[in-house]
């Protein structure tokens, strides 16, 4: 089945600054990539998601890119805010409209003010 | 903005007890899920469910656990005989065609 590794666990970065996740996936027929947003006792929120036809998706202050040969995709986050601390998840999923994920084990962002 | 949502938002029951998790997905998607978070841990994946039957299911979805669609609304999870490690976060979620997830608010129970 599918792995997904996430780095780093924590990362610490001062307002202003950008904040760089990643992820890595094993299994090449993984079509689809979400990144989830989860704060203390909260649901995992969407915040972009990306297909294995698109190498780079932005959507204002977050951008995804995805290299299928590596199997590696990031998460950029420009401009970061003290809002934007939070527990962030990369995910990969092989199946077709059925989406069974695959978590990352997860990145506690802290954008210090 | 449509929601999914779900009840209990805690259960708290004694090791062996049986436990039902509600939600109500998303009224025109097809697809609903369940995942688990276990404190400080990643959303692992349980099942999935689509035209009124399993479509994938992962390791931790043993016999102890079962879903069901009682009604056009409601999607449940039922684990027969708690076990301490079943403590977590329950997650319901759907999704459409499209097949972004949209997860409800958590389940937390709590197995003493």
């Known amino acids: 089945g599918e792995n997904v590794e996430q780095h780093p666990s924590t990362l610490s970065v001062q307002e202003g600054d950008s904040a760089v996740i990643k992820c890595t996936y094993s299994?090449?027929?993984?079509?689809?990539f979400p990144w989830y947003k989860q704060e203390l006792g909260k649901r995992p929120q969407l915040i972009i998601d990306i297909r294995s036809n698109v190498g780079e998706k932005k959507d204002q202050r977050i951008a995804v890119t995805l290299n299928k040969t590596a199997k590696h995709f990031s998460l950029h986050i420009t401009e970061t805010q003290p809002e934007d601390s939070a527990v962030y998840f990369c995910a990969a999923s092989s199946s077709g409209s059925a989406r069974q994920l695959t978590f990352g084990s997860g990145t506690q962002l802290t954008v210090l003010p | 903005e449509p929601e999914v949502t779900q009840t209990p938002s805690h259960q708290v029951t004694q090791m062996g007890q049986e436990v039902i998790l509600r939600c109500v997905p998303i009224s025109n998607h097809l697809y609903f899920y369940w995942y688990r978070q276990i404190l400080g841990q990643k959303v692992e994946f349980l099942v999935s469910f689509y035209n009124n039957e399993i479509s994938e299911k992962s390791e931790i979805f043993d016999d102890q656990f079962s879903v069901e669609r009682p009604d056009g609304s409601n999607f449940t999870l039922k684990i027969r005989s708690t076990k301490l490690e079943d403590s977590a976060m329950y997650f319901c979620a759907s999704s459409s065609d499209t097949g972004e997830l949209f997860f409800g608010e958590g389940s937390r129970l709590t197995v003493l």
């Open positions: 299994d090449s027929a993984s079509n689809y």
